[in-house]
């Protein structure tokens, strides 16, 4: 369009804003023509008549250009307009992959238009649908979210009849929003007795009958043939209709088959767990050991680098230092339990080198002026009777610039100092030789090179050959252990297709890097080994590998529109593969996935907790530019437990903050606590169990209950189960481990074998932090895999959970749960007192035997702390503390009250007689001598004795 005037100039048809129009100035007429930048045209000195037809002309060729441009767009922006219109009445799920390709289509249509189509410029309908075109291009999200909403409103009344009677019970809200949830991927959090079954099969028979799929359309996948075939069994029943149900290795074989026209020969390790477990145990021994290097690198290994080395300096406080050492069981290779990884390097660098030793014998001297425990030195090397103590003190600087010695931070100096200080004297006043060794040498990584220094003068060293260490390792059941984690390992490093390089690479940032690369070269070579023993034959890993590269080539077509993922959280990284290759090959394939990250319990077997958490960022469809496009339903309400149970085990299980957060409604509300602890004895298990049932078949006031005893192990199961069943006629008792219990329920659970250590719950062996050298997200929280056990273990329960535990060595779970208000712990025995700590680490004091007529306790880390003290006088179940209100008087927790020691900080004053009458005497009593007088006090009307008071 061009103008002349003083000038000429062309302007586009985009440039402007509206039509023309006249206008008069200071008399005259003036044609105006508004432009898009907000400014205008003006052209003055125009005839009326001429002004008039100027204007028709312009607003004629500017609406015939706007109309030329809408009309070579007008069969895409028709369509368009049709999928939003249908987005006010949605008769299907508004998917992202149902929606993307019209926003497409939108963006290609309006890149054919300018970016603003003045008002006026089109035919009212014209300018009415280029308009809602536009405001869809521009929030298209916002519109499908609503489109959503009246979806999900009106589909709840048009099937609500089906979701009554699918299942024997109608369906929760919950469970129906996750049925009609139809995005490119769903996720369903399904807790523990939250009908998760109940939805998968409500959604197939929800999909057919909708005409939303053909059953030949949907595939249904499982983690173990019994649980596909019940579902298929389940969706026919209730559905009349026949879905493929299949295990992710039966898909992977059908679909190598269909491509190669035949499979591959099957390891016979692929299936059998025990089996694959004694293929790496002898791959380790004769293929590994026999290679020189190996063999030296594996008897390191064992003997230094077999537990993640931590020491005093990690921990808060010396009774978590003492929580982690029991847990780790430092056993040597000859077989004693020692205090700390340095003291076990000692002990397995001596038992190598062939030189004989004693570890903590008695003094060979008597002390009769000793009132400190019993001496009882580090090592004695039975030949030449040398003796080694380690001590726990590293170099620093002190204000003067001076090198002096320190202790970790809960640890006192110099007590600590003057206790060396002491050994020293003793070892010089009766001649007897001490070689010292320091913790500050393990942190310059001498302290083997640095002891060998020390005793090469006295020694002779005869090193054992590595034919007999391997004997030892092999008696003492280490080999097993070690290949349970190379095992676990393996599993990850071949489904996730990881390489060594990266793993490498991994190690040499972690906290431990001379553990991980010692165990990444170990692991080569039994990877190269197992890969030789494999031959021509797959293993399972291998087969979903091969199996998803068919899929992602083409070479496979699927004909699977929705993929029902049962126990999602038990997805390996190499089944996620399998299912984001299937998703690839139509853009209009769902993937709805059930499960329960707090459930998640197989990691040892190659799942990735990992792809559950990150589930939209993975799985999640593309909508409008943005990736990631998903959808979460939890559905929060469970069926089994009462709220007692139900509410603290999700606390229990979010104290690790990656635990994706849920609500939890319980099934009904309780009456009284719930959760109940036995304490027994070594080798009283049995009794506690037939306590803890005793209890148990008097709550059922006759009436039959069922009763799950819940191992961390098969070997818990108690031998004598039959005969203890048979005495209780009205309890239906059967023992399961908990990673087999998964699924089940029962009235009352019972955990057997709540212990510290390698074989306790939670077990040491499963949360080694190698894993995360093969994961792509570490778990960076104590026992994460165990928690989330455990958590399975309580939800087991409908009415309540016992829980058998060592008494001598409880397990941190254990001390959790009875430490936490709301579990609300009965404890069926005063074995443990949960409100008395340690003074010297902090522990948990605990019942000891009678000592000189008169109840004390005990720290829970006997071996390592030993600390005792004696009980109240009035109830001798509890230990009296310094009142935080009055320093000079000590209260029991059942209200007694007694003066402070005026010479000790731990000790209060007893009634004692003496050589010259009563007096009042420290508790600690030789260890403390704090004396204070009786005040002399008129007689109880009542009867009782004066309570004596602090002495002012």
């Known amino acids: 369009m061009n103008y002349s005037g003083r000038s000429s100039r062309a302007i586009e048809y985009a440039q402007v804003a509206g039509p023309p129009f006249l206008t008069k100035k200071l008399g005259f007429s003036v044609l105006v023509l508004p432009l898009a930048d907000g400014s205008e045209i003006q052209l003055g000195g125009v005839k009326h008549e001429e002004a008039d037809r100027m204007i028709l002309a312009i607003r004629t060729a500017w609406r015939e250009h706007f109309e030329e441009l809408v009309s070579g767009t007008l069969d895409d922006l028709s369509v368009i307009s049709d999928v939003v219109d249908r987005l006010k009445r949605p008769r299907r799920y508004p998917s992202a992959c149902l929606l993307d390709p019209f926003v497409d289509r939108a963006d290609y249509a309006l890149k054919f238009l300018p970016d603003l189509i003045p008002d006026g410029a089109l035919p009212p309908k014209q300018q009415e649908l280029v308009g809602e075109i536009l405001h869809f291009r521009k929030e298209p999200e916002t519109l499908r979210r609503k489109a959503i909403d009246l979806f999900i409103e009106a589909e709840l009344v048009e099937v609500a009849a089906f979701l009554d009677e699918i299942e024997s019970n109608p369906l929760t809200p919950e469970q129906r929003l996750a049925v009609l949830a139809d995005e490119d991927a769903t996720l369903v959090l399904a807790g523990a007795g939250s009908g998760k079954t109940s939805v998968i099969v409500a959604k197939a028979a929800y999909l057919v009958r909708q005409g939303i799929r053909a059953p030949e359309d949907i595939l249904l996948l499982a983690f173990g043939k019994a649980a596909a075939a019940e579902m298929t069994e389940r969706i026919e029943e209730r559905a009349g209709v026949s879905v493929t149900s299949l295990t992710f290795h039966a898909l992977g074989y059908e679909i190598i088959r269909e491509v190669e026209k035949g499979v591959p020969a099957l390891a016979p390790h692929a299936i059998d767990e ?3 477990r004694a293929l790496l145990r002898d791959i380790l021994i004769n293929d590994v050991a026999s290679r020189p290097d190996m063999a030296l690198l594996m008897l390191k290994w064992f003997s230094e680098l077999l537990q993640p080395y931590k020491n005093e300096w990690d921990f808060k406080n010396r009774s978590q230092y003492y929580d982690y050492v029991e847990s780790c069981e430092l056993r040597t290779l000859q077989g004693e339990l020692v205090r700390s990884f ?7 660098w001596l038992y190598l080198k062939g030189v004989a030793y004693e570890y903590e014998p008695d003094y060979e001297h008597p002390l009769p002026g000793n009132t400190r425990k019993a001496y009882t030195p580090d ?35 110099e007590i600590y100092l003057e206790g060396m200080a002491w050994k020293r004297r003793v070892h010089q006043e009766h001649g007897t030789t001490l070689i010292e060794t320091y913790s500050y040498e393990r942190v310059e990584n001498r302290l083997t090179e640095a002891l060998e220094e020390k005793l090469a003068p006295h020694v002779t060293f005869n090193p054992v050959p590595p034919e007999r260490i391997l004997e030892k390792l092999v008696e003492m059941g280490e080999i097993d252990a070690f290949t349970q984690t190379l095992g676990t390992f393996l599993q990850h490093f071949k489904s996730s297709g990881s390489s060594l390089s990266v793993c490498q690479e991994r190690a040499e940032k972690s906290e431990d890097k001379a553990r991980s690369l010692s165990f990444l070269k170990i692991f080569e070579a039994v990877y190269e080994a197992y890969q030789l023993r494999l031959g021509s ?3 399972f890993e291998d087969m979903i590998a091969r199996a998803t590269r068919y899929v992602a080539s083409g070479q496979y077509r699927s004909r699977f529109r929705h993929l029902l993922v049962d126990e999602f959280q038990d997805i390996s990284e190499g089944r996620a593969q399998l299912l984001l290759a299937l998703k690839a090959q139509h853009r209009d394939v769902r993937i709805f996935a059930v499960g329960d990250d707090w459930q998640s319990i197989y990691r040892f077997a190659g799942s990735d907790l990992h792809l559950m958490r990150h589930f939209g960022e993975i799985f999640g469809g593309r909508f409008a530019g943005k990736d990631g496009v998903h959808q979460v339903v939890d559905l929060g309400r469970t069926f089994r437990s009462v709220d007692r149970i139900a509410l603290p085990a999700r606390d229990f299980v979010l104290k690790n903050p990656k635990q994706i957060k849920k609500k939890v409604v319980p099934a009904k509300f309780a009456d009284g606590p719930c959760f109940s602890v036995v304490h027994y004895r070594r080798r009283q298990s049995d009794h506690a169990l037939r306590s803890a049932l005793d ?11 069922t009763v799950l005893l819940l191992g961390r192990y098969n070997f818990q199961k108690p031998k004598s189960l039959n005969e203890i069943s048979s005495g209780y006629a009205n309890l239906s008792i059967r023992f399961m481990t908990v990673h087999g219990s998964k699924g089940l329920e029962a009235d009352h659970v019972v955990i057997l074998g709540a212990v510290a250590g390698r074989l306790g719950f939670p077990s040491e062996i499963v949360d080694d932090p190698l894993l995360d050298l093969v994961l792509p997200e570490p778990e960076n929280f104590d026992h994460a895999e165990e928690r989330r056990l455990f958590y399975v273990a309580l939800t087991r329960a409908k009415k309540s959970v016992t829980i058998l535990a060592d008494r001598d060595e409880p397990s941190v779970f254990v001390k959790e749960v009875m430490e936490t208000p709301a579990f609300g712990v009965v404890s069926e025995d005063r074995e443990v007192t949960p409100q008395a700590k340690c003074s010297e680490c ?3 004091m605990v019942s000891g035997s009678v000592k000189s007529r008169r109840p004390f306790l005990v720290c829970e880390h006997r071996r390592l702390c030993g600390n005792t003290r004696p009980t109240c006088n009035a109830c001798g179940q509890d230990v009296p503390m310094r009142s935080k209100t009055d320093p000079d008087t000590f209260r029991c927790s059942c209200g007694e009250e007694a003066p402070a020691c005026p010479e000790c900080k731990d000790g209060w004053l007893v009634r004692r007689s003496g050589r010259y009458g009563a007096f009042l005497g420290c508790v600690d009593f030789p260890k403390c001598d704090g004396k204070g007088k009786i005040k002399s006090e008129p007689h109880a009307t009542d009867g009782t004795k004066p309570q004596p008071r602090s002495p002012r």
């Open 842 to 844: 902090g522990g948990r």
């Open 274 to 276: 025990a089996q694959f």
């Open 379 to 413: 090592f004695r090397l039975t030949e030449s009777g040398l003796y080694i103590e380690h001590f726990g003190v590293r170099k620093s600087k002190g204000p003067d610039g001076e090198i002096r010695l320190v202790t970790a931070p809960h640890v006192d100096r």
């Open 537 to 539: 034959r797959i293993d």
């Open 695 to 705: 209890a148990l078949s008097s709550r059922t006031n006759g009436n039959e209950a």
């Open 342 to 348: 340095e003291e076990l390097e000692i002990a397995n």
